[in-house]
């Protein structure tokens, strides 16, 4: 009987360090799969948020991407942000887990919350961007949050956008001074044999990093409002009639 009792007494203890071990693990269901022409991200972000029990005001972005296979499925997905909970700033890293779930990871950083852009903007334009470009069968998708100060994007080199009231507005350049720290999208279509670590190189970073003028421009930057009101100068493109029902 002692060693009965000593056997529920021991996985007692491992049940409570498993959990315990848990603590700041958040699994939250997704859309199986998860495809990139749904606009998925704004609402898996508010899945997020509302698991996460942040201020939504509060929240900020510091990393994001998204992957997809030829398929338009979502392959791997990444954020990392902050947010204010009961005057707390927590961090939590969120990663795409098999296909149908985002698991978030609370991580023990400095109290103080990032100066990245609000994640809602960024989603909203990213959806947009997702369902109004053209995309080819067979090709994967990537798309990441960046950052940089002292930046040029120059649509000869790269396609530049903004995004405002649900639309991608174009444009023809757009240039950050050295003290300004900006945060733009990057978006990418290739053709699956060629996607690889030197092929991303290619989406660069504003004029001095993308294609060469009349080569294949197979990436696209995009601004929000708040960041694009950081620019020291930005040159808009002639605007083109939206298609019935947009």
């Known amino acids: 009987m002692r060693v009965d009792n000593l056997a529920l007494l021991a ?3 491992g049940i409570m360090v498993i959990s ?3 603590t700041g693990v958040i699994s939250v269901p997704v859309a199986h799969p998860l495809q990139i022409e749904e606009g998925p991200m704004t609402g898996v972000w508010e899945e997020i948020l509302k698991a996460a029990d942040l201020r939504n005001e509060t ?3 510091e990393t994001f991407d998204i ?3 030829a ?3 979502a392959d791997s ?3 990392l942000f902050s947010g204010v909970r009961h005057e707390r700033t927590v961090w939590y890293d969120a990663a795409l887990t098999g296909t149908d779930r985002v698991v978030l990871r609370q991580e023990r950083r400095p109290e103080s919350s990032g100066s990245g852009p609000h994640p809602s903007g960024v989603f909203e334009a990213l959806d947009t961007c997702f369902r109004t470009t053209p995309r080819e069968d067979g090709t994967i998708t990537s798309a990441d949050l960046r950052n940089g100060a002292n930046i040029v994007f120059d649509s000869e080199y790269i396609r530049t956008f903004a995004y405002s009231n649900g639309r991608l507005h174009p444009l023809r350049l757009v240039t950050f001074p050295q003290d300004e720290m900006v ?3 990057s978006v990418c279509n290739y053709p699956e044999p060629t996607m690889n670590g030197t092929a991303d190189h290619r989406s660069g970073g504003g004029a001095t990093g993308g294609a060469g003028r009349g080569c294949e421009q ?3 930057t995009l601004f929000t409002k708040d960041q694009l009101a950081k620019a020291s100068l930005v040159e808009r493109l002639p605007e083109t009639a939206p298609a019935p029902g947009q």
């Open 59 to 61: 929240a900020r972005l």
């Open 71 to 73: 398929g338009r499925d």
């Open 77 to 79: 997905l990444h954020i």
């Open 20 to 22: 315990s071990g848990c």
């Open 183 to 185: 945060y733009y999208l």
């Open 218 to 220: 197979p990436c696209l």
């Open 11 to 13: 996985l007692s203890l």
């Open 67 to 69: 992957h997809t296979d």
